[in-house]
């Protein structure tokens, strides 16, 4: 997976990259970051790329010339890299309060892809003219306001990284997780046995694997049908663990 990120803010993305399990994913290779900074793409001396809005109101605009030679700049770099043309579309992404909401459906999605661009917009907005011409994809990742696209950009990298073959240490944990069949995640315990008098679940030291596997699954469809009801309408539940979990 080949992220490309065009931003105001390189280092905010570089930072949070490079910590925790993405900087590692990227510095053994199962992942690569190319953050270009639009301004670098800037049409006058002061290395300004916003201007006031057509119309009037609040706020300034990014203007459409320096974030389309930012783009041209990213596919220049993608076709060397391949040595041509790969003849696929690559995806943008545009995000934006206004896009559709990113859910783990679309993470697995675009985890499929080879390159993925995100631009990142600030101030009002961006000329809506080269959204036009360069956005395959608006997305938003909930309804509230943020400053800039540059958080939702790497919760977005963050969620897809981890289902990149070889990112996570086992190809099962990214499965078994929360939200895969839309079931939570039971808890888990660790040492000490007990803790501020609280003791850990009998069954969990148990040794009996069966066991200790249906009660996981119970937890995780307990704690799914209290904290989150509307996502055990689309889980994969047996009818007997429908009927179960409607009795408790
Ligand atoms: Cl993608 N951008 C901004 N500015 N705010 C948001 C968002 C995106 N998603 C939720 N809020």
Redesign the pocket.
Known sequence: MNFHVMTLFPEMIRQAMGESITGRAIREGYISLDVVNIRDFAENKHNRVDDYPYGGGAGMVMQAGPVYSCYQSVCEGIRKEQGGDSGRKVRVIY???Q?KV?HQGMAQELAQEEELVFLC?HYEGIDERVLEKIVTDP???????????E???LVMMDAISRLVPGVLNNDLSAETESFSGSLLEYPQYTRPEEWMGEKVPPVLLSGHHKNIAAWYREQSILRTARLRPDLLEKAELTPEEREWVKGQ
């Not at 909930?142 to 400053?147: A, Q």
């Open positions: 995000l934006t309060p896009g990113f917009g997305v938003s990742i909930g309804d509230y306001v943020l400053t800039g696209g958080l939702p950009a």
